[in-house]
């Protein structure tokens, strides 16, 4: 009999294998009536969280999200319903975001940008999902440029959201860049919005790479390589689709180009350093400190995060001598902005 059981039960967890996709936690907010159960995936099993039927509530989502269980899985009819709904959403708060309370139509768009910017990494080929995305995220910079004073508290409630790096990342250098560009005044607003949208879709090319190389806890020589080769796949997946000028796509194919610099600092060894082939302009730079910045700042599996401190300290040696005025403007907004 236990034998039996034991059988049934393997094959009852296969099948879910065979039937089941991840989507994120938060994703379950635009869940309605579920057509079945979540589960969550531990220990190698499957166990279902929440019944079919059932409309998750706060109190569960929060759970899970407590317990770190930043994915749930669930059956490709409420996969489907779950999106519909995402991107409705989205459409919704892009078209009133002028309309009503901008502190909270601001943190609910930049909330569902980065949620469903998970299922354009899903399918990175539908014209349909990037356009969402870009129309978008241009409305968006337009919004965070007429309300400024909101800036660093959208940066950090979703910071507090604690999405998958690979989420959180695009949009908040994004953030960040935009807010510094806007400070400085050497920039007219059609100029910062294409560098934000460049900036945010810099990133679309990890599309191409296997998601579960993003967990890992070492990483080899080969992997390096491949997460450097994103920068290439955005490139690709972008040209001819949206509506930014060669400029702009060439800041997104090279916006690692101060990686091997960072890289070679880190090492403290000079003599490895490299000279980019390309010589960049104060736009690239930036864009490219922004995304370190925030990258430095943030744990990855591979490594513990960096203090704003320390990073600020390896910036330096990457921008100072080339850009030493725009370094002390970075150093004096950075210090106003987290102070906010």
Same mark, same amino acid.
């Given at each position: ?147 400024? #004073? ?119 060894? #000079? ?70």
């Amino acid at each position: 009999m236990l034998a039996t059981q034991n059988f049934q039960s393997f094959i009852e967890q296969h099948r879910l294998s065979l039937k089941l996709r991840p989507i994120l936690v938060g994703e379950l907010h635009l869940a309605r009536k579920l057509e079945h159960p979540v589960y969550i995936f531990k220990n190698g099993f499957f166990y279902p969280v929440i019944n079919e039927g059932s409309v998750p509530s706060k109190e569960q989502i929060n759970a899970l999200i407590k317990n770190s269980h930043k994915e749930v899985y669930v059956y490709p009819s409420d996969v489907i319903e779950i999106k519909k709904n995402l991107e409705t959403a989205l459409v919704k708060v892009t078209r009133s975001l002028s309309v009503g309370d901008p502190l909270e139509n601001g943190t609910k768009d930049l909330k569902l940008l980065s949620l469903n910017l998970s299922g354009l990494y899903q399918n990175p080929h539908s014209d349909e999902l990037l356009m969402l995305q870009f129309q978008s995220t241009q409305n968006l910079s337009k919004f965070l440029l007429e309300n400024k #004073k909101y800036q660093p508290y959208f940066f950090q409630n979703l910071v507090r959201e604690n999405f998958h790096f690979t989420l959180s990342q695009p949009m908040l250098s994004s953030v960040l860049l935009l807010s510094f560009l806007q400070s400085i005044h050497l920039f007219h607003d059609k100029e910062v919005e294409n560098l934000f949208l460049a900036s945010y879709l810099k990133d679309i090319g990890i599309s191409m790479i296997p998601g579960d190389k993003y967990d890992l806890k070492t990483l080899t020589t080969r992997d390096q390589e491949l997460f450097a080769s994103h920068a290439d796949f955005s490139f690709d997946l972008l040209e001819g689709r949206v509506p930014l000028s060669k400029n702009y796509l060439t800041i997104i194919k090279h916006h690692h180009f101060l990686n091997d610099k960072m890289k070679d600092l880190l090492q403290r060894d #000079k003599k490895k350093m490299k000279d980019p082939e390309i010589i960049f302009g104060i736009e690239s730079t930036l864009v490219a400190v922004f995304d370190i910045l925030v990258a430095m700042t943030s744990e990855r599996p591979y490594r513990k995060s960096m203090s704003l401190y320390q990073s600020l300290e390896l910036i330096k040696k990457m921008m100072a001598d080339d850009y030493p005025q725009e370094f002390r403007a970075l150093v004096v907004f950075l210090k106003q902005f987290y102070k906010n």
